[in-house]
């Protein structure tokens, strides 16, 4: 794909919303929408959401608006879910579980492989038809998988050492949520998700709304985070 | 507190992460600080870490550098986290479970006072000595007791039932980790955790690497989200 000059981050971190809005219009067999109804819909202003759109070309508007199913297909190809990414989770806990149980990443085009973790008691345990395998197998595993990537839901002090390891058998691409800011060479990408950063985000919202300062921040902007 | 200005909120978002590495310095017992040193840490620049102080009246930078302890609990009063913060959780599946166990929220200020489901072979049951009980009581136990913030782990379907229940009942910060964008009255703040954007951008990131044209986006800044 040609993209139009480098692309803010902001922007990108739009797109899987787009996404979810398209995905919402195809549910309802809407198959046309101008930039104003998506606007409306979505809380963005009609002049960004053809901003945003510019960047990969535009998208062909013509006349009454944007072919849905089509921008939803380009939309998708774009962020990479028109193919499937096979995943591994290392660290089985609740949020281990959590992600595995989440099967919506399924219908995205993402597919579970794996679930690794350290603990004895866990190791042989079932999730979602998936055994808990022995992290110490995990080179062997991903040497026969195909394996595009790593889930980190491990405690602060294991997340250096998993990266290292996943990073050595040959994996990509990190979605890190252990509360550890991952240092990882070039050609690897990561997602991080702090989730305690995220609180205390909505912890300065809370004070800024008790105090009556709370016109002095771009709150919308805040609040609707994608 | 005297802000300087609109703060746009990518600043904002940086705070939680400085409040990270401040908390880490000073359980190194270290005292002082520059922001050169603050910056080969955390990766931003030294004049990026400048300019975002200054936002704050700059945190009075003498000489050597910044006195860790006082810039750890200056951040810590604009994030609000000086103060108690109670929470509840609403849906009690293994994302609400992960949630509740996450423990480090406390550390940092946040109190888990209650969780609530619908699932009646839920109500009873006990997580980390909290018991869970059914949504219907919300209302009676929000009246007797103070709540800051409502967690949101439900499904998509009981997002917007549930976020009202809550906003009726006095809550005016909502963290959202249910798939849907809440739309919500003046006066409540709320931050979406929405996983599955999370993920298809890191998916945007793994095909940008794929395909080899990973230069034309800004990875750093999109790696680095805080």
């Not at 919402?24 to 819909?41: F, G, T």
């Not at 219908?107 to 603990?119: M, Q």
Request: glycine share 10%; charged share 25%; aromatic share 10%.
């Amino acid at each position: 794909m040609n993209y139009k000059g480098d692309i803010p981050s902001a922007v990108i971190r739009r797109l899987p919303r787009y996404y979810r809005y398209l995905t919402d219009l195809l549910n309802n067999d809407i198959q046309k929408v101008s930039s104003r109804e998506l606007s409306e819909r979505m809380g963005f202003t009609a002049s960004q959401i053809r901003q945003d759109f510019n960047y990969f070309g535009g998208f062909g508007q013509q006349g009454y608006g944007y072919n849905v199913q089509y921008l939803y297909k380009e939309i998708g190809a774009i962020l990479g879910v028109d193919k499937k990414k096979t995943m591994v989770i290392i660290g089985a806990g609740n949020l281990g579980r959590a992600l595995a149980n989440y099967m919506n990443f399924r219908t995205k085009g993402f597919e579970l492989v794996g679930i690794f973790d350290v603990k004895k008691e866990l190791i042989g345990q079932d999730i979602n038809g998936i055994r808990i395998k022995c992290i110490d197998e995990i080179d062997e595993f991903i040497n026969h998988a195909n394996v595009d990537i790593g889930v980190l839901s491990v405690p602060y002090d294991q997340a250096a050492d998993v990266a290292d390891k996943l990073v050595n058998c040959g994996i990509r691409a990190l979605w890190n949520f252990s509360p550890m800011d991952l240092q990882l060479p070039q050609g690897v990408v990561v997602e991080n998700v702090h989730l305690s950063d995220s609180l205390m985000v909505l912890s300065f919202m809370l004070s800024q709304l008790q105090t009556g300062s709370d016109k002095m921040i771009d709150k919308k902007s805040l609040g609707l985070r994608v």
